[in-house]
């Protein structure tokens, strides 16, 4: 039945909303021999006949009330499964998380996007559905990636769309690489994605891009596409280019990229995490600033009891500001300019 249903409509994302619980596994082939699986509610694998050397995850839908990615996976699995989109790699399509989406919600009960590298079995344990769709989304990653064999290249592109604005639209993160090199050809593929902002992080993170970076060694990302939408209400033409690109990649058509030049891109560093320390944590700026947005030398950013914190550098700019997190959280990211040069292949 749900074979019948994905062939005739191609659909994946209404039959996903309609068992956000889980859906049974199944598997057939398409008339041009691509082997499709769905192994779960909104996880849905797909190999071609021919397939190349990239082994190709993208997700969506890790924050349910972010709906442009999911949009964007949804036409993609639609085209492959009505034979419209010829695959030339192997895929994993992920919807993060389904309930969510239903609800129109980033969450449930708890953001999934901190619960992977086995934080989800943290502290009190797997507790809600999240740390559970957590656990079995790396369980399902790990798979796709061990089914191949041979030279690999491995991806995970976790597609998001802020809260807020952004002085720069769209903006991804590059996960903590421990020391190794960052890579000039994905800072080019996200370049053509129009992603010309990308924050390189200095610590290990509980992120779904985190976790296939250092645990599958795959070059992995969060990407943040512009701002929160309700579903229908996203100005889908803002995405064409990205939705272009991540086609081309899944196609094997991607046309060859500019030479990486560090003009074109905005590469930013983790200067400082501003964590909440009591109840009295207040942002001084209007609720609505962007992200990114840099104040001069001296401007007062937060204060906390009898904390005060101001710029401290040169360009610093602000990301993620949010003063309702829990005590002990991280209130807002303050981040710098990186000069990359000498640390990319
Ligand atoms: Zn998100």
């Known amino acids: 039945m749900i074979e019948q249903q994905l062939r005739d409509t191609g659909d994946f994302l209404a039959l996903t909303l309609a068992n956000p619980d889980g859906l049974s596994p199944c598997h057939f082939t398409l008339d041009n021999g691509t082997a499709v699986e769905v192994w779960d509610t909104g996880v849905i694998a797909f190999q071609p006949v021919n397939y190349g050397t990239k082994d190709i995850i993208l997700s969506c839908g890790v924050h349910g009330n972010e709906t442009a990615p999911i949009e964007i996976c949804a036409e993609i699995v639609k085209d492959i499964l009505t034979g419209k989109l010829l ?34 079995s943290k502290g009190a344990g797997v507790i809600n559905a999240e740390r559970k769709r957590a656990k079995d989304l790396e369980h399902y990653v790990s798979r796709f990636y061990q089914q191949s064999e041979g030279e690999r290249q491995r991806y995970l592109y976790d597609l998001h769309t802020a809260i807020r604005g952004s002085r720069f639209e769209k903006f991804a993160v590059y996960p903590f690489l421990h020391g190794k090199p960052w890579r000039k050809q994905q800072l080019q593929f996200l370049a053509a994605c129009e992603v010309t902002t ?89 609720d609505d600033v962007e992200n990114f947005t840099s104040y001069p030398m001296g401007t007062l950013l937060a204060t906390d009891g009898d904390l005060e914190y101001r710029v401290e550098r040169e360009g610093e700019a602000l990301i993620f500001p949010n003063a309702k997190v829990a005590i002990g959280q991280r209130a807002m990211l303050m981040v710098i300019p990186k000069d990359v040069s000498k640390q990319l292949i």
């Open 87 to 120: 695959l030339a790699e192997r895929l994993l399509v992920l919807i993060g998380n389904p309930a969510a989406i239903n609800l129109g919600k980033r969450e449930v009960t708890e953001n999934l996007n901190r619960l992977f590298s086995g934080h989800h």
């Open 198 to 286: 990308v924050l390189l992080m200095q610590t290990a993170a509980s992120t779904f891009s985190y976790y296939a970076s250092n645990t599958h060694g795959a070059d992995a990302f969060t990407i943040e596409l512009g701002k929160v939408q309700p579903f229908g209400q996203n100005d889908m033409t803002r995405f064409a280019k990205t939705a272009q690109t991540l086609r081309a990649l899944l196609t094997a058509t991607l046309a060859e990229l500019p030479p990486f030049s560090a003009a074109h891109f905005h590469l930013y560093e983790v200067y400082r995490a501003i964590n909440k320390q009591t109840q009295d944590f207040k942002l001084h700026f209007a």
